[in-house]
């Protein structure tokens, strides 16, 4: 079954410790994307990968890092976590090409709450 | 930039009204458009989406949407809705050139279904 799995689902911690949010996708896709969804902002584009060792940032990029070693995952790193980045997190990918490639698939998403 | 208004955050049917939510986005070329659905708890699920061709596109679930060029429109239908449609509802633009194949969301619409 294809698939965007993301871990954890999850995750309360305190600011300042480290954490990383897991994303591995089955379908063999370049590209992927980390999004951050927020109540009444949508879901906002943190960065993306167009291929391995290929990433770049999005509308937020600001206190996280990411990383593409492998194709199939793309970790999303927040190094000293802070409250205003509590928040609902969704990984997404999609192939490369047009048409009808287009469709990112989503992850179930991880809820961060950072105390 | 691209955009993506959804003036309605909240929406209330009865259970077999008709139902049209709306959707407007600035792009300055041939938009990719699409329509996610999110069930609480749940991940992003694609309703449709629309690339060319053909401007009145179907989705899953009963849903159909309508570009409509002239108007930077994408609203969604659907002829009679059922009480498992309560969600929130998301329209999302993406890019038909460049490298980040990045969804601009807009803010969602939440809708409810009174039996």
């Known amino acids: 079954e294809a698939q965007v799995t993301q871990n954890p689902r999850y995750l309360i911690t305190v600011t300042g410790k480290k954490l990383t949010v897991t994303c591995s996708q089955n379908?063999?896709?370049?590209?992927m994307s980390w999004y951050r969804q927020d109540p009444g902002l949508g879901l906002r584009q943190i960065y993306y990968?167009?291929?391995?060792?290929?990433?770049d940032k999005g509308d937020v990029p600001e206190g996280y890092k990411v990383s593409r070693k492998e194709k199939r995952n793309f970790p999303l790193i927040l190094e000293s976590p802070s409250p205003n980045q509590t928040s609902l997190y969704f990984c997404?990918?999609?192939?490369?090409?047009?048409?009808?490639?287009?469709?990112?698939?989503f992850g179930d998403g991880t809820r961060l709450s950072i105390l | 930039a691209q955009s993506v208004t959804q003036p309605d955050i909240h929406i209330t049917v009865s259970e077999g009204a008709s139902l049209e939510l709306r959707c407007n986005y600035s792009?300055?070329?041939?938009?990719?458009l699409f329509w996610y659905v999110q069930s609480p708890g749940q991940g992003l699920q694609l309703l449709l989406k629309?690339?060319?061709?053909?401007?009145l596109v179907q989705g899953i679930k009963g849903f159909e949407a309508e570009f409509k060029r002239s108007q930077s429109s994408f609203n969604l239908r659907k002829p009679s809705v059922h009480w498992s449609d309560a969600a929130e509802y998301f329209c999302?633009?993406?890019?038909?050139?460049?490298?980040?194949?990045?969804?601009?969301f807009g803010k969602g619409t939440l809708l409810t279904v009174n039996p």
């Open positions: 629309y690339f060319s061709g053909d401007t």
């Open positions: 997404a990918s999609s192939p490369l090409g047009r048409g009808d490639n287009q469709p990112q698939h």
């Open positions: 999302a633009v993406g890019n038909s050139g460049g490298s980040n194949y990045k969804l601009t």
């Open positions: 792009y300055g070329a041939t938009p990719y």
């Open positions: 990968s167009m291929n391995v060792e290929v990433t």
């Open positions: 379908m063999n896709h370049e590209y």
